[in-house]
Structures are given as C-alpha cells and as structure tokens.
C-alpha cells in the first residue's frame, strides 16, 4: 500500500484508508476505536487483490480525495530489474494540502491567469509552472526507489 502512496505523489502525512474487497485498511488512529479498520502495515496489496479487482482509496479525509483503481495486469517479476517500477500514468498529482478536489479546481483557475491577485504566491507555493496534464514516468519511478527491491538473477 506504500506503493500507491508514494506512486501518487503525496507525502503520507494525512489519514487514508483502501478498501478491498468490502474490507477497510488504513492507519489505525488511537483516539478513535474504528475497530473496522485493519492496520495496513498488515497487508499487501500483491497479497489482497488480483488481476481484474478494483478496490478505492480516500486520501486525507478533510480533502477526501477519492480513488477508484483498477489492477488491470499482473505481472511475474524479470530478474535484475527494479521494482515497484511505474509503467505509465497520466497527468499530474495534485499537490498535497491544495485543498481536495474543489481546491485543486481553484488552484489551476489561479494558475492559469497571470493577472489573479493569487498567481505568483500559489506559484510560488508549488515550486514553479505546473502543468496538471504533464505525468514524468521518471519522477514517478523515483519516488518509489525507497521501496526498491531486485528479483534475484538466476544463476546458469
């Protein structure tokens, strides 16, 4: 579950949960006894869905990002390369804390005039120009190498 936190781009600094296969797994909070909720540390996705299965995501739950995916392919491991490894993707992530859904729609209409009031601070606040159609397959891969591991070669 690690994997789609980093492969999104968000920062894992906000409670989430999955749901999968009418079961919920998240980060269970200690002030709060949702006895529903299975701690995610406990589970991998390569262990709790197959090929077809689509399961949802809700991302910070003030902004309530909401996520349906769809495990399309399944795929056996190829030795001597890295994984978890990105194989496509499209468009940009929102940036964390922009707001949820109807923040970050606020936040490209700042973005997208020069002469709003707001441009230059939430500019300035992003890192520079943001393209919300632009995906970087390599940013991508980069922010999974923290979890990267290597199939063993076989040996002749």
Same mark, same amino acid.
């Given at each position: 579950m690690r994997v789609v936190q980093s492969a999104v781009g968000w920062?894992?600094? @906000? +409670?989430? *949960?999955? #749901?999968? !296969?009418?079961?919920? &797994?998240?980060m269970p909070d200690p002030d709060w006894c949702d006895q529903d909720v299975i701690d995610e540390a406990k589970g991998t996705l390569f262990r709790l869905v197959v090929q077809g299965d689509r399961f949802s995501y809700v991302y910070d739950f003030g902004d309530n990002w909401n996520h349906q995916i769809t495990v #399309?392919?399944? +795929?056996? =491991?190829e030795p001597g390369v890295r994984y978890p490894r990105c194989v496509a993707g499209q468009g940009a992530c929102p940036p964390e804390d922009v707001g949820? =859904?109807?923040? &970050?729609?606020?936040?490209?209409?700042? +973005?997208?005039? =020069? !002469?709003? =009031?707001? @441009? !230059? *601070?939430?500019l300035d606040w992003v890192g520079g120009p943001f393209d919300p159609h632009h995906f970087d397959l390599e940013d991508t891969d980069r922010a999974l190498q923290w979890l990267a591991w290597r199939p063993l070669t076989p040996v002749a």
């Open positions: 920062t894992n600094s @906000h +409670l989430h *949960e999955f #749901e999968i !296969a009418g079961r919920r &797994y998240g #399309e392919k399944i +795929l056996s =491991p949820g =859904p109807w923040g &970050y729609e606020e936040f490209q209409g700042v +973005l997208a005039d =020069p !002469a709003h =009031p707001e @441009h !230059a *601070e939430r």
